[in-house]
């Protein structure tokens, strides 16, 4: 096993290609009659130029996308954003459907060194999200923000949010993980919040984004679930391998 493959067995077991992992979202909500003529897909990712492949990948099995990107991939677009982006559901004889991607992402070079990625024209690793290993770096040295600041909103905001001064992370998986709580948090905040399971089938996937050498990028999922007219939550079993997308036996949020 290589030092990768060891690293993404050891800090995302089960993470798959971006294909494979986009084929399966496809089954799974299919299953539930989420196809692409009446949904909208919405993808939280960070602003980095490595995420735009997942970002195209999405458009392309899923049509033209809505971007909620911010540093880390927590959604910065505000009310108003999510305003926007709510009101363009296809509107169909029934129900539209609302298809969202929620993930931060993390470099893993050859050597299964955590954080970094040998970016397209550069010979050396850069931090990757550079974001959240800036945030890592000052929550190491002792000195995170203590407020926001104007110039540089999202980065302050963001270290504000995701790390506390008494129980620092360990290190940037962690950091990462805490990242994808907020990103998930958000999603569902902004969802619950505009009813938009009122009038639409919502499905939300949420993982780590993961970037191999040269352009080797992964998915780790870790959570899926569906919401329909009743305003529940249901986990979903995610893949072809389930004869019933919805997984009853979880617990109903």
């Known amino acids: 096993m290589t030092s990768y493959a060891a690293a993404i067995d050891t800090h995302f077991p089960n993470a798959m290609s971006v294909p494979d992992f986009l084929s399966e979202v496809t089954e799974t909500v299919g299953q539930l009659g989420i196809v692409a003529e009446r949904t909208l897909a919405l993808v939280s990712i960070c602003r980095d130029e490595l995420t735009t492949d997942f970002f195209h990948a999405v458009e392309t099995e899923w049509g033209s996308s809505f971007t909620l990107a911010g540093l880390g991939g927590v959604p910065a677009l505000g009310r108003t954003g999510w305003?926007?982006?709510l009101a363009h559901i296809p509107e169909t004889a029934g129900r539209g459907a609302l298809?969202?991607?929620g993930c931060p992402h993390i470099g893993i070079e050859e050597d299964g060194s955590i954080g970094f990625t040998i970016r397209d024209?550069?010979?050396?690793?850069t931090a990757t999200c550079g974001a959240l290993s800036a945030i890592l770096a000052q929550?190491?040295?002792?000195?995170l923000p203590t407020a926001v600041d104007p110039d540089d909103y999202e980065a302050t905001s963001l270290a504000l949010r995701l790390v506390d001064p008494q129980l620092p992370p360990s290190g940037l998986v962690e950091l990462t993980m805490a990242a994808l709580d907020?990103?998930?948090v958000d999603l569902w905040k902004a969802i619950d919040e505009a009813a938009v399971w009122r009038d639409h089938d919502v499905a939300v996937f949420c993982g780590v984004q993961i970037h191999g050498h040269d352009h080797d990028d992964r998915i780790w999922p870790r959570d899926a679930?569906?919401?329909g007219a009743d305003g529940h939550r249901r986990r979903l079993r995610l893949g072809a391998?389930?004869?019933?997308?919805l997984d009853l036996d979880a617990p109903v949020a």
């Open 241 to 245: 391998a389930h004869p019933n997308a």
């Open 225 to 227: 679930w569906y919401c």
């Open 182 to 184: 907020a990103i998930e």
């Open 139 to 143: 929550s190491q040295a002792g000195e």
């Open 99 to 101: 298809l969202v991607f």
């Open 83 to 85: 305003q926007a982006a």
């Open 121 to 125: 024209g550069q010979t050396r690793p």
